[in-house]
C-alpha cells in the first residue's frame, strides 16, 4: 500500500514518460541497469516499472544515502530497495554474492553499474558487478535502462526535488555470451544504454 | 442560474467541435484525400486539446471559480516543467527552481484565486519580486557561468507559463460593465468565449496557411508561418468574434476589435514559443518527452493573449476608466 502510494508520488514529481523499445515489461527474472546521476534514480525507475513487475523488482541503493535515518530507512524498505555498503566490501561478502542471496529465483534486480552518480554527460566506465551477476546466473536478461533528467530534478548535494519531466527508455534485453570476456560484456552493456540516449 | 446567452453559445462551440471531430474522421477514412498522414495526425491532436480544453472550460460555468483557477494552476504548473525542461540550466539554479515551483507558481494562483481585490499583489508578485528574487538567489548559490542567460530562462517561463496564463482565470472576478455600462455578470462566459476565440485565432490562421500561404515570415523560426495565414487568420478571427458579440459585454465592433487583439497575440505566443523550441532543436514541447501531448503548444496563445485580453477589459469595461476620465476632468 505505502509501496503504491510512495511510487504515485515518485511518478508525479519525476513526471516520467516510461518507453519500452525492442522490450516488453515482464515478471520473470531479470537485471535492469542504467545510468546514475540522482539519488533518485532507484525509485524513479522502480516507480516506472508496472505494478506487477514491480513487486517482484529490488533496486539496489546505496546505503550511505538510503540507510542514514529513520525517514529514508522507511522509504527504502517501501521500495524494497537492496541496501549496499559502498565502503564496507569483503571478500567473503562481495556485494553480487549478496544480491544474489536477496534476489533468489524470484526477484529482479536494479543495479547502476556506474558505481556512483555521475555529473558528467557522458557515461563511466561500468563496474564489474554486473558481469558478475550474469556470470553467476546465466539466465538473467540483463535490461539496459536509460534515465533522462533526473539529475535535474534532484541534483547531487541537493535535498529538495524540483519537479520537472523525466524520460526513463528501457532496451533490448542482452545476454552474456558464453566465454565473452568482462571487458566486451561491459563494454557492450555501456553502449547499449548509450544508444537508447539517442533513440 | 445562467441566462440562455450562456446555453446557445456554449452549445454553439459545442456543435461545432463535433463537427470538427466529424469532419476529421471523414477525412481520416479517404485516404485518398490528399493529405498527408503527418497532416491529419496534428489535425485530431489539436481537435482533441480543444475538446478537452472546451469541455473543461463549460463544465467552469458550473462550479465555484476556485476550481477553474485550480485547473489553470494545474496547467501552468505542468507548462512550466515542460519550458524548464527543455530549458538548459544549471546546478546552481536548483534552489531559485525550487521556489519558483513550490512558491511562486501557487502563490499566483492563490491571490488569483482570492479575487480582483488582490489585483495590486497578483500584478506585481512575480514580474518584480520573482524578477528579482530569480537572480539573487541564483548569485548566491555562486555559479558565474552564463549567469544573466540562465536567470532570464527562468524568468521568462515564470512570466509566460504561470504570470501571464494566470489572468485568464483571473477574468472571473472583473467587476465588468458592458457598454451600455450596465453591470455584467457572467464571467465565466467571457472566460470561455476568451478561450475560443484563441482557439479559433489558431484554427483560422492554420487553415488560411493550408489554403493560400505563400510568403513565409521567418523561415528560421516556422517554415510554415505566413503573412496571408496571419492576416487571414487575424482578419476573419475579427469577425467570428465580432459576430458572436452577444455572448460577450461588448458591442459587435468592440467584441471584433478584442478578438482582432487575440488573434494577433495569440499569432505573436505560437511565433515566440516556436523560436524557443527551435532554438533548443525540438518541434513539440510533446516530443521532448514521449507520451506527453505537450501542453504548452496548446498553450502558447492563451498566455500571450490573457493578459493583453484581461487588461484591455479592466481598462474599458469596468469603472477603472470611469474613474480615470473623473480624474482627468477634476485636474
Same mark, same amino acid.
Given at each position: 500500500?505505502?509501496? @503504491? ?11 516520467? $514518460?516510461? +518507453?519500452?523499445?525492442?522490450? #516488453? ?5 531479470? &537485471? ?24 517482484? @523488482? ?13 525517514? +529514508?530507512?522507511?522509504?527504502? $524498505? ?11 566490501? /569483503?571478500?567473503? #561478502? $562481495? ?10 529465483? @524470484? ?12 555529473? /558528467? ?6 563496474? $564489474? ?5 550474469? /556470470? ?45 570476456? /568482462? ?6 552493456? +555501456?553502449?547499449? &544504454?548509450?544508444?537508447?540516449?539517442? @533513440? | 442560474?445562467?441566462? %440562455? ?16 471531430? !466529424? ?40 462550479? %465555484? ?31 531559485? !527552481? ?45 555559479? %558565474?557561468?552564463?549567469?544573466?542567460? =540562465? ?23 472583473? *467587476? ?14 467571457? !472566460? ?103 501542453? !504548452?503548444? =496548446? ?14 477589459? *479592466? ?17
Amino acid at each position: 500500500m505505502t509501496g @503504491t502510494i510512495l511510487a504515485m508520488i515518485a511518478k508525479l514529481l519525476s513526471g516520467a $514518460s516510461v +518507453r519500452w523499445i525492442d522490450c #516488453q515489461p515482464e515478471t520473470r527474472q531479470r &537485471v535492469y541497469f542504467a545510468n546514475h546521476t540522482s539519488h533518485l534514480d532507484a525509485l524513479v525507475l522502480w516507480s516506472s516499472l508496472p505494478v506487477e513487475v514491480r513487486r517482484l @523488482t529490488r533496486p539496489v541503493a546505496a546505503k550511505d544515502y538510503w540507510g542514514r535515518g529513520r525517514l +529514508r530507512r522507511y522509504l527504502a $524498505s517501501r521500495f524494497n530497495a537492496l541496501l549496499i555498503d559502498r565502503r564496507d566490501i /569483503k571478500v567473503h #561478502q $562481495s556485494p553480487v554474492d549478496l544480491m544474489l542471496r536477496e534476489i533468489g529465483e @524470484t526477484y529482479s534486480l536494479i543495479v547502476f553499474p556506474e558505481g556512483h552518480r555521475n555529473t /558528467k554527460p557522458q557515461l563511466d566506465e561500468f563496474k $564489474s558487478g554486473l558481469y558478475y551477476l550474469c /556470470k553467476k546466473r546465466p539466465h538473467l536478461e540483463a535490461v539496459p535502462v536509460h534515465m533522462d533528467n533526473v539529475n535535474r530534478v534532484l541534483p547531487r548535494g541537493e535535498f529538495l526535488p524540483v519537479p520537472l519531466l523525466t524520460c526513463i527508455t528501457f532496451g533490448k534485453p542482452i545476454l552474456l555470451g558464453e566465454g565473452e570476456p /568482462k571487458r566486451d560484456f561491459l563494454a557492450r552493456a +555501456r553502449e547499449a &544504454v548509450i544508444q537508447l540516449r539517442e @533513440t | 442560474m445562467h441566462d %440562455p446567452i450562456s446555453w446557445i453559445f456554449v452549445g454553439g462551440v459545442l456543435a461545432v467541435l463535433t463537427a470538427t471531430t !466529424l469532419l476529421g474522421q471523414v477525412m481520416n477514412r479517404r485516404a485518398e484525400s490528399g493529405l498527408s498522414p503527418a497532416v491529419m495526425a496534428t489535425f485530431s491532436r489539436r481537435v482533441w486539446a480543444w475538446w478537452l480544453l472546451m469541455m473543461v472550460l463549460a463544465a467552469a460555468l458550473f462550479v %465555484p471559480p476556485w476550481v477553474t483557477v485550480t485547473i489553470f494552476f494545474l496547467l501552468s504548473f505542468w507548462a512550466l516543467r515542460e519550458f524548464i525542461t527543455l530549458t538548459p540550466t544549471r546546478m546552481g539554479d536548483h534552489r531559485a !527552481l525550487f521556489w519558483v515551483f513550490v512558491l511562486f507558481t501557487p502563490a499566483q494562483y492563490v491571490l488569483v484565486g482570492m479575487g480582483g481585490d488582490y489585483y495590486p499583489l497578483y500584478s506585481i508578485v512575480i514580474p518584480v519580486y520573482g524578477f528579482l528574487f530569480v537572480p539573487a538567489r541564483v548569485a548566491f548559490s555562486g555559479d %558565474p557561468k552564463r549567469f544573466l542567460e =540562465r536567470t532570464a530562462k527562468i524568468q521568462a517561463g515564470l512570466l509566460v507559463c504561470v504570470y501571464c496564463l494566470s489572468f485568464a482565470p483571473a477574468l472571473l472576478d472583473l *467587476k465588468i460593465e458592458d457598454f451600455n455600462g450596465d453591470a455584467w455578470t457572467d464571467n465565466s462566459l467571457l !472566460l470561455f468565449y476568451f478561450v475560443f476565440m484563441v482557439q479559433i485565432g489558431d484554427a483560422l490562421q492554420y487553415a488560411w496557411e493550408k489554403l493560400m500561404g505563400r510568403t513565409v515570415i521567418a523561415p528560421h523560426i516556422s517554415p510554415n508561418k505566413t503573412w496571408e495565414g496571419f492576416l487571414g487568420g487575424v482578419g476573419s478571427t475579427a469577425l467570428v468574434g465580432g459576430a458572436l458579440w452577444w455572448a460577450t459585454p461588448f458591442n459587435h465592433w468592440q467584441a471584433a476589435l478584442m478578438s482582432l487583439v487575440i488573434a494577433v497575440m495569440g499569432f505573436a505566443g505560437v511565433m515566440c514559443m516556436s523560436a524557443v523550441k527551435r532554438d533548443r532543436g525540438v518541434k513539440d514541447y510533446g516530443t521532448l518527452v514521449v507520451g506527453h501531448s505537450g501542453v !504548452l503548444d =496548446r498553450l502558447d496563445s492563451l498566455c500571450f493573449a490573457a493578459p493583453v485580453f484581461y487588461h484591455l477589459t *479592466k481598462f474599458f469595461f469596468t469603472d477603472f476608466f470611469t474613474k480615470l476620465s473623473q480624474a482627468a476632468i477634476a485636474v
